[in-house]
Nanobody, 123 residues
Framework: VQLQASGGGLVQAGGSLRLSCAHSLRTLGTNAMGWFRQAPGKEREFVATISWSGSITRYADSVKGRFTISRVNAENTLYLQMNSLGPEDTAVYYC?????????????????WGQGTLVTVSS
């Protein structure tokens, strides 16, 4: 199983970015997926998660109302739309997948990980 995150870059505060994660999960059945991020010197933290159908989503309080997670299973792609970005959102963003369809906020519950894409927000 491969996950490839993309879409990161440099953006000014208040701007937007959309991250994508191309994956090869279809052969495994139904899988919950998530986005996590890791800022320099900090632990990896939960950002958002989504069930296979997209009917269940969860967000970290710090991004609620600004970020939207979505997926298009027919295209094997997970997305994270990020709006109203601030310097505190600067981090490497990782997409991840579980082996089942249970949404979770814990990184340890995810089996497959992408390589990460860097998001830098300037003030």
């Amino acid at each position: 199983v491969q996950l490839q995150a993309s879409g990161g870059g440099l953006v000014q505060a208040g701007g937007s970015l959309r991250l994508s994660c191309a994956h090869s999960l279809r052969t495994l059945g139904t899988n919950a997926m998530g986005w996590f991020r890791q800022a320099p010197g900090k632990e990896r933290e939960f950002v958002a998660t989504i069930s296979w159908s997209g009917s269940i989503t969860r967000y970290a309080d710090s991004v609620k109302g600004r970020f939207t997670i979505s997926r298009v299973n027919a295209e094997n792609t997970l997305y994270l739309q990020m709006n109203s970005l601030g310097p505190e959102d600067t981090a490497v963003y990782y997409c991840a997948a579980r082996i089942d369809n249970m949404v979770s906020v814990r990184p340890s519950d995810y089996t497959y990980w992408g390589q990460g894409t860097l998001v830098t927000v300037s003030s």
